[in-house]
């Protein structure tokens, strides 16, 4: 099992940053990628920014150049600097980590129960 929670959410006013951070334990070994995926009301989950175990990033194109991923060794936290926060970032913002299982030929998703950042305009 992993265990994921979020901190660093809160309220900020356009233009400025904030640091989400992710703790993962448990089996964080077999972890393959964690990401940072958000929620705005009335709108479905998408994807923010993604990091592999290779050190590969991925991002929204809507937050590139804003945003950056990063985590520390063994996947023991995965960080979300978020600058030049916009209105339209308002979200609920979750963890989410990766787990490639061979026995069952499937991925295994884990989540946190996410971290709320409203960006006032």
């Known amino acids: 099992q992993v265990q994921l929670v979020e901190s660093g959410g809160g309220l900020v006013q356009a233009g400025g940053s904030l640091r989400l951070s992710c703790i993962a334990s448990g089996s964080i070994f077999s972890i393959d990628a964690m990401g940072w995926y958000r929620q705005a009301p009335g709108k479905q989950r998408e994807l923010v920014a993604k990091?592999?175990?290779?050190?590969?990033?991925n991002y929204a194109d809507s937050v590139k150049g804003r945003f950056t991923i990063s985590r520390d060794n063994a996947w023991g936290t995965v960080y979300l600097q978020m600058n030049s926060l916009k209105p339209e970032d308002t979200g609920r913002y979750y963890c989410n980590a990766h787990q490639w299982v061979v026995v069952i030929r499937n991925g295994l998703d884990y989540w946190g129960k996410g971290t709320l950042v409203t960006v006032s305009s």
């Open positions: 990091i592999t175990r290779n050190g590969s990033t």
